[in-house]
């Protein structure tokens, strides 16, 4: 593409086919039915099915995420260092990794016989495989959602592209949802999540085979890096202030689902008197939702602009949220109610700010670090652990010093409501206020000057 003498573009903004776009999207099917279970399914599996001591297993999960949160900007550095070798590189990276991410989950859910009763050894393992599929996850991830962000350089095709990939991502949710309970149930405990790892295995090979093939190269030229100092390259991107905008609003909002995540299956059993099942069809409901909700978010980011339709999401989902409070036992269906319209609030959040972010990382205030996707995705992954670990941090102290510690034996309902409820509901609002008074999108239609005043 080349400019032309009054600085406007000359040709058509690149537009994705819809099997290009669906090739491209299947990948994060895989990704999302990988990160759940890591984060739901491990602790249990290795401390009812295993028997391994919650104390040891938490200092294993600590270190395992500080390894996990240092290593994302690194990743993002060398991901960008690998577009030298071409539009394709950033895939030719995510097929190194892949191997990783599979690797890794399977070992997680089917440790040898061998070593089953053995605890030090058992402590060991868990902490390779964690740190496996961590590097597997993040490296494929990060080098993916880069290279989505360079398929396109129009404002609407990229959002195409992040909300296409999140419906194969909340497709993906949902089949961790799904499978773990089904196997579980069918085979038993130690069994069922054996099952779990081998059949994610065919499953990460065959979705991500469109990606590498088909998917399509970058638009973008490969970018040059000088030699440096590699923590400033880490952090380079931070000198961007709608970067670090669109940041302080991520991790916010994100804290929120962090608070709400961790102590859920709490809820449904104190609260609503629920069991498994009953928090299984809820979560289904909800991903469902998520996903079904895609086409409207991308009418209002074209409509309206895509922090306008982030800012509805988020109200949606306060609102929706704060419905909650009337709900006690027996009311379960009202709850699946509510928990279709929270569905559609997480749609919005998993489907925009990455493509706000596409934008952001070639706008003008990007300055040096424009166009280094791979380092600004790096520091993405690490704040979305971040906003996370915000939650989950804050919300068991929070219920404990309220009266809900069930290592104590006290079970109040109302901490536990005002921990699910009033706390994720009262995080979003900050979320939606500083989204409403701050510029965090770049302006339309200059960021793609930018990319073609420099082409």
Known sequence: MNAGPTGHETDAPVKIKFDRLVAYSTLQLPLAMAALPVVLNVSHFYGEVVKLSFGIMGAIFIFARIVDAIQDPVIGVISDRFTRYGRRGRLAFVAMMTPFLGGGFYMLFDPPDSILGDHNLMAFWLLAALLLVHLGYSGVSISYHAHGAELSDDYNERTKVTVGREVFGLL?????????????????????????????????LLLSAPTMIWAGPSVHPPVTHANRNIFVTFFQPLKNRLFRRLLLVFVVNGAALGVAVTVMLFYVEHVLKGGKLQAGIILLVYFISGAASVPLWLLLSRRLSKAAAWFIGMVLTAVAMSLAIFVGPGDFYWFLAISVITGMGIGA??????????????????????????????????????ATAIGAAGSLPVAAILGFNPARGLYDTTALIFVYIVLPVAIKIIAALLLWFIRIEAERGSVRQELTGRA
């Open 349 to 386: 959040d998993y489907g925009l700010p990455p493509s706000i972010l596409a934008d952001v990382i070639n706008a003008q205030e990007g300055g040096d670090s424009r166009g280094k996707t791979g380092t600004y995705f790096g520091l993405w992954a690490l704040s979305t652990k971040l």
């Open 172 to 204: 993906g949710m949902t089949l961790a949802v799904v499978l773990p309970t089904y196997l579980t149930a069918t085979l038993g405990e130690s069994q069922g999540y054996a099952m779990l790892g081998l059949v994610f295995l065919p499953i990460l």
